[in-house]
């Protein structure tokens, strides 16, 4: 483990575009054959998020959560 990070391996990208998680991520993170991921990145990298959607709204929902309390210390 790297700071936040764990290494789980490297994927080559094959001929259709396609690359294999590692098992070994795929059971910690628990993903199963037929789950949608999401593949992201910011405008101004090479780097690649693969996130479950409901993963992301939970983080978003936190997000959210946080900007309203910053909100609400600002008005008291």
């Known amino acids: 483990m790297v700071g936040k990070f764990k290494?789980?391996?490297?994927?080559?990208?094959?001929t259709k575009g396609q690359i294999v998680?590692?098992?070994?991520?795929r059971q910690a993170l628990d993903m199963?054959?037929?789950d949608k991921l999401l593949?992201?990145?910011s405008a101004h990298?090479?780097?690649?998020?693969?996130?479950?959607p409901?993963?992301?709204?939970?983080?978003m929902q936190r997000v959210q959560t946080n900007i309203?309390?910053?909100l609400d210390e600002d008005i008291k």
Not at 54 to 59: A, C, F, G, R, S
């Open 32 to 34: 199963k054959e037929g």
């Open 54 to 59: 409901d993963v992301l709204e939970q983080h």
């Open 45 to 52: 990298s090479e780097t690649l998020v693969v996130v479950k």
């Open 21 to 25: 998680i590692p098992s070994e991520a």
């Open 68 to 70: 309203k309390d910053l």
């Open 7 to 14: 290494f789980w391996g490297s994927a080559t990208v094959g």
């Open 39 to 41: 593949i992201v990145s």
